[in-house]
Nanobody
Framework: QVQLVEFGGGLVQAGGSLRLSCAAS????????RGWFRQAPGKEREFVAG????????QYADSVKGRFTISRDNAKNTMYLQMNSLKPEDTAVYYC???????????????WGQGTQVTVSS
């Protein structure tokens, strides 16, 4: 099994920045890709960004391109999401996920963290 734990959520004003972290433990050698998703109240869980763990190639949702950056630290087995120029519509619970390949569907990922709340005030 793989355990994922998110850190770094909070309350920020519009235009501000936050960095989320996702620490992994367990059988992480089986996780070839990791991603960030978010879910706002009353909405479906949506893809934010993904990264191939070995090569580092990345993928982003159009809504966050140019504002969010996904990265990884292999030594710490930790993934990050740097979020800049935050907007009220970025408010959601953010989840990290792990799976065999990067995809924009939650079904592409087998392992999930518990989520961390990000609230952007206007």
């Amino acid at each position: 099994q793989v355990q994922l734990v998110e850190f770094g959520g909070g309350l920020v004003q519009a235009g501000g920045s936050l960095r989320l972290s996702c620490a992994a433990s367990g059988r992480t050698f089986s996780v070839y890709a990791r991603g960030w998703f978010r879910q706002a109240p009353g909405k479906e869980r949506e893809f934010v960004a993904g990264i191939v763990w070995s090569g580092g190639s990345t993928q982003y949702a159009d809504s966050v391109k140019g504002r969010f950056t996904i990265s990884r630290d292999n030594a710490k087995n930790t993934m990050y999401l740097q979020m800049n120029s935050l907007k009220p519509e970025d408010t959601a619970v953010y989840y990290c996920a792990g799976g065999e390949r990067v995809g924009d569907s939650p079904a592409s990922y087998k392992y999930w963290g518990q989520g961390t709340q990000v609230t952007v005030s206007s």
